[in-house]
């Protein structure tokens, strides 16, 4: 179902930013093209947000807080489930959020979100704090209770270990498609993907948890 168009400048704006943000990135994203896109004055940019660089932040935040209330690290767990249905249910909630509900717009984003992640631009501290780390903190939560007694080193280790296998999907996905095509990351992939990075993972975990064979 086509999307009404949203009213009012600041929201085409941004509407506008999530197209071509996505598309070009900050950097090659002009002002005028989004402008042109959301027919409104150049300098509305400046007005509504101060400046490309804010729009960009905003178009980052207003995505990952659609992808939270459709994607949640904790859709359908509690505290009481067992680490390893909440360990899964984070890992196919990540990949879900990467791949965009088969919306190009939202797979662009998911893109960027990506590479910010692997190389952080001075802009995305601040996305960081509010939405990344406290499901990064959730994540931690999940594998302490997997590992009794282990040092918070080795805890985010660990938790760094499982987020890298969700990015790597992504920011490798043309190389994996190439190589091994059943692991390409797509909608009807997820469950596929998802079975293989629990499975590695908690083996590893397993074998951290036991210690190594004498």
Same mark, same amino acid.
């Given at each position: 179902?086509?999307?009404?168009?949203?009213?009012?400048?600041?929201?085409?704006?941004?509407?506008?930013?999530?197209?071509?943000?996505?598309?070009?990135?900050?950097?090659?994203?002009?002002?005028?093209?989004?402008?042109?896109?959301?027919?409104?004055?150049?300098?509305?940019?400046?007005?509504?947000?101060? =400046?490309?660089?804010?729009?960009?932040?905003?178009?980052?935040?207003?995505?990952?807080?659609?992808?939270?209330?459709?994607?949640?690290? +904790?859709?359908?767990?509690?505290?009481?489930?067992?680490?390893?249905?909440?360990?899964?249910?984070?890992?196919?909630?990540?990949?879900?959020?990467?791949?965009?509900?088969?919306?190009?717009?939202?797979?662009?984003?998911?893109?960027?979100?990506?590479?910010?992640?692997?190389?952080?631009?001075?802009?995305?501290?601040?996305?960081?704090?509010?939405?990344?780390?406290?499901?990064?903190?959730?994540?931690?939560?999940?594998?302490?209770?997997?590992?009794?007694?282990? +040092?918070?080193?080795?805890i985010s280790r660990c938790a760094s270990s499982i987020i890298g296998q969700c990015v790597l999907f992504d920011f490798a996905k043309e190389a994996i498609t190439r190589m091994t095509p059943?692991?390409?990351?797509?909608?009807?992939?997820?469950?596929?993907?998802?079975?293989?990075?629990?499975?590695? =993972?908690?083996?590893?975990?397993?074998?951290?948890?036991?210690?190594?064979?004498?």
């Amino acid at each position: 179902m086509k999307k009404a168009a949203p009213h009012g400048t600041k929201a085409r704006l941004l509407q506008a930013g999530r197209q071509v943000f996505g598309q070009h990135g900050l950097k090659n994203a002009t002002v005028r093209e989004i402008c042109d896109i959301a027919q409104a004055n150049v300098a509305a940019v400046c007005y509504h947000f101060g =400046s490309k660089e804010e729009l960009y932040v905003a178009v980052l935040k207003d995505y990952l807080e659609g992808e939270e209330r459709r994607h949640p690290r +904790d859709k359908g767990v509690t505290p009481q489930s067992t680490p390893v249905e909440r360990l899964r249910v984070y890992v196919k909630s990540f990949l879900l959020q990467i791949v965009g509900d088969g919306d190009p717009v939202n797979e662009c984003l998911g893109r960027r979100l990506t590479q910010e992640i692997i190389e952080p631009s001075q802009h995305f501290s601040r996305i960081f704090e509010r939405h990344c780390r406290p499901t990064h903190e959730m994540l931690q939560d999940i594998v302490r209770a997997m590992l009794p007694g282990k +040092d918070e080193s080795t805890i985010s280790r660990c938790a760094s270990s499982i987020i890298g296998q969700c990015v790597l999907f992504d920011f490798a996905k043309e190389a994996i498609t190439r190589m091994t095509p059943e692991l390409e990351l797509k909608a009807s992939n997820i469950d596929s993907i998802t079975d293989f990075i629990m499975e590695f =993972s908690l083996g590893g975990i397993k074998q951290i948890r036991e210690g190594s064979p004498t």
